[in-house]
């Protein structure tokens, strides 16, 4: 079984402040992460993901994510915040393994990022 | 090269009807996913097709069923509208099965139930 939570709801920074969003996964065989972003009335898309390797994944738009095995975390950064990265993400989490989670994205339940100028 | 269209973009129901909503998948793409995403929620895996054949559900009902053509379109049918079923349905696709898979996500239809 897999699950996401994702601290905070709503995380409100200034233009060129630190972003942090924070999610944390459970699973029971070693998880693929993702993080997705969605725009007001469109579609997900994918921001960056980990699957094997380098825990430092870099994606778009300057975000990075460090997967902590440890902590059962993946949280989401970005060094200087944009007005253009006001949205909501989310963080989503999939087996590699067989069975009926294969392939399935597990999603949290979002954090809405607003940016301040 | 086409993303993933759906159609239509919004659609208002009436309870106890019947729904059916499309996707086209992005051009070379096998697997189609549909997921549920209700109002201030994350999206809900229903269920995934692959080459034409279900490869795995979530925890939604039987009403709940989908189609996917030798193109590789998709149908989503619901029987028996409830009001709970209100959400903006998603549905995405991927160049193949499996996580290691980018999944490329349509805009969505938002159907509203009465």
């Known amino acids: 079984a897999q699950s996401v939570t994702q601290l905070g709801s709503h995380v409100s920074v200034s233009e060129g402040a630190l972003v942090l969003l924070r999610c944390n996964y459970s699973?029971?065989?070693?998880?693929?992460l993702f993080w997705y972003v969605q725009y007001p009335n469109q579609g997900l898309q994918l921001l960056l993901k980990y699957t094997t390797g380098a825990t430092l994944v870099k994606g778009i738009n300057g975000f990075e994510a460090e997967f902590k095995k440890s902590e059962t975390s993946f949280h989401l950064t970005k060094p200087s915040a944009h007005m253009s990265d006001a949205a909501e993400y989310f963080c989503?989490?999939?087996?590699?393994?067989?069975?009926?989670?294969?392939?399935?994205?597990?999603f949290g339940q979002g954090t809405i990022l607003t940016v301040h100028p | 090269e086409t993303g993933v269209t759906q159609s239509p973009t919004h659609l208002i129901k009436t309870r106890g009807q019947q729904v059916t909503l499309r996707c086209s998948s992005q051009s070379g793409h096998n697997t189609v996913s549909w997921y549920q995403q209700a109002l201030g929620q994350g999206p809900q895996f229903i269920f995934q097709?692959?080459?034409?054949?279900?490869?795995g559900r979530g925890n939604f009902p039987p009403r709940f069923s989908g189609l996917q053509f030798p193109n590789y379109s998709s149908e989503l049918n619901v029987n028996a509208l409830e009001l709970d079923d209100s959400a903006l349905y998603l549905c995405?696709?991927?160049?193949?099965?499996?996580?290691?898979?980018?999944?490329?996500f349509g805009p969505g239809t938002r159907l509203t139930v009465t």
């Open positions: 097709y692959y080459r034409e054949e279900e490869n």
């Open positions: 699973s029971s065989v070693p998880p693929y």
């Open positions: 995405a696709s991927s160049i193949d099965r499996g996580p290691a898979y980018e999944q490329y």
């Open positions: 989503a989490v999939s087996a590699h393994a067989g069975g009926t989670s294969y392939g399935k994205l597990t």
